[in-house]
């Protein structure tokens, strides 16, 4: 490794990645009730985040494993440090350790399988991602039961969306399964409000829906890709406030 990677910081170039991390995590505040620590939260999950990148890579990248160890370990460390003062005000959020190590476990099988692409592991980090609406939302004065199902279903049906949708572009672009499949998820997915007594959370599935019939299977530019990605976060995130504070 040159000095000037071995220097570097190490950080996930995966855009959908970004998304994930922080719609999810709003969503569940704006369900719930915002608290100035909900800062510290967030930046904990975000560091949670930034160090599982570094150790997934370091199982496969053995020439740079010290150097994305280190920057998992520092990243970690901010995580445990902002997390102090939310758990001591917040203890319920450990019960999130158990699915969170659960999934992770998962991640790294698949690592170790050079096969981080299966869909099961989207489904997996997806889920990690949604139970960070859920935590954020416990935060904010919110409690287990049926709202908070609602925000991790709701969130894990969008972003399940979004997986189907980058794959038919991407890796199997031509896969007129694929392409099937990824259609008619976005159409079953427009039941999932309703089958929650949210029916207006339907309109927030829509552009997805337009999205994937118009684009699916055809080549696309990573930035076209990342900026319609972007689009259909901030619109899923804007309408479910609209939705969750006016309807």
Not at 11 to 16: A, C, R, V
Not at 75 to 99: K, M, Q, S
Request: hydrophobic share 55%; charged share 15%; glycine share 8%.
């Amino acid at each position: 490794m040159n000095k000037k990677k071995k220097n570097s910081i190490v950080i996930p170039h995966e855009h959908g990645g970004w998304a994930m991390i922080s719609v999810p995590f709003l969503f569940g505040v704006m369900a719930g009730t915002a608290h100035w620590s909900h800062i510290l939260l967030f930046i904990a999950w975000l560091c949670l985040y930034l160090a599982s990148y570094p150790f997934l890579q370091a199982l496969k990248r053995r020439n740079q494993r010290q150097h994305l160890l280190k920057w998992s370990g520092i990243y970690g460390l901010v995580a445990l440090a902002a997390l102090v003062y939310p758990l001591l005000r917040t203890p319920e959020l450990f019960y999130f350790g158990i699915p969170f190590l659960l999934l992770l476990i998962v991640n790294i099988w698949h690592v170790k399988q050079k096969d981080e692409r299966a869909i099961v592991n989207d489904l997996c980090a997806i889920i990690i991602f949604s139970l960070g609406g859920a935590a954020s939302f416990l935060y904010g004065g919110g409690a287990f039961g049926q709202e908070m199902l609602a925000i991790i279903v709701l969130n894990l049906a969008y972003f399940m969306g979004t997986a189907f949708f980058v794959k038919t572009i991407f890796r199997e672009r031509g896969n007129r399964r694929w392409e099937s499949t990824a259609r008619i998820y976005h159409v079953l997915i427009l039941f999932v409000p309703w089958l929650l007594g949210m029916p207006w959370m339907t309109i927030p599935y829509v552009f997805p829906l337009i999205r994937t019939f118009l684009f699916a299977g055809k080549a696309m530019k990573p930035m076209k890709a990342g900026i319609l990605e972007i689009v259909g976060s901030v619109q899923f995130l804007v309408i479910s406030w609209i939705i969750y504070n006016f309807i």
